[in-house]
């Protein structure tokens, strides 16, 4: 399939026309495929806005829908509807895998079928659609994906252990969590991500993963376990 085909299909799967077809195409170029191409642009950049446009879109859906849900509780309903999971679920949904545009050595690895790949590309699309068509726009492509019956999600296989170590946290006021990149080795097809999770300005817990995302809650996971919490 060539790369316009590629598109113009993906555009029916999602029922949505980009007016700048510049926008999917990078929303749907990984790091890989972007490397081989040199002059062309991974959709990196835009996973980073669409978590954050999936997040809003998310949090104001589950906010009116589960009035009598308190925060706690939504931030964990939260969590398991824009975990990596959730995304690779989602993903199937609009056979998005098929279309991601890989290097021939991610190609060859099973790439198109790793989780982190495919829900970055994910959230990437939803920036694409964001900055394209707007807000609007945005939230009728996510919403299609959430499921009717909030309840249910509550008891999907997912620990959010950010979510608990924040949590833990916020009872003193005076205490801040952040996560920041450490390390990130290894090709575009094989990336390694260490993330450490500080209190204030102090290290309490480190994490590795395929993904930032992954890598973040396992940082969370040791910070929980060093402060007595048993998990697993």
């Not at 890989?102 to 690895?109: C, R, V, Y």
């Not at 999600?153 to 920041?180: A, C, G, H, P, W």
């Amino acid at each position: 399939m060539n790369e316009q085909n590629n598109l113009e299909q993906f555009e029916e799967k999602i029922g949505y026309k980009f007016k700048n077809k510049e926008l999917l195409y990078e929303a749907l170029s990984h790091s890989s495929f972007a490397n081989e191409k040199k002059d062309k642009k991974s959709n990196e950049r835009l996973e980073f806005l669409g978590d954050s446009v999936l997040s809003i879109v998310v949090s104001n859906y589950i906010f009116h829908h589960e009035q009598k849900m308190p925060e706690g509780d939504l931030s964990k309903l939260r969590a398991s509807l824009v975990c990596e999971k959730a995304l690779f679920e989602f993903a199937k949904e609009i056979d998005l895998s098929e279309h991601i545009m890989l290097g021939k050595g991610e190609e060859h690895s099973g790439g198109r079928n790793r989780p982190s790949i495919v829900s970055d590309a994910f959230e990437a699309v939803i920036a694409a659609i964001y900055l394209d068509g707007g807000m609007e726009a945005a939230s009728r492509h996510i919403l299609r994906f959430m499921p009717k019956d909030l309840h249910n999600m509550e008891k999907v296989s997912f620990y959010d252990y950010k979510t608990t170590l924040q949590e833990i946290v916020q009872k003193n006021s005076e205490e801040r969590v952040e996560y920041v990149l450490a390390d990130e080795t290894g090709p575009a097809h094989d990336k390694q991500f260490t993330v450490n999770v500080m209190l204030n300005s102090n290290v309490i817990g480190t994490g590795k993963g395929p993904s930032k995302k992954s890598a973040e809650q396992q940082a969370a996971k040791e910070a929980l376990v060093l402060m007595g919490y048993k998990y697993d």
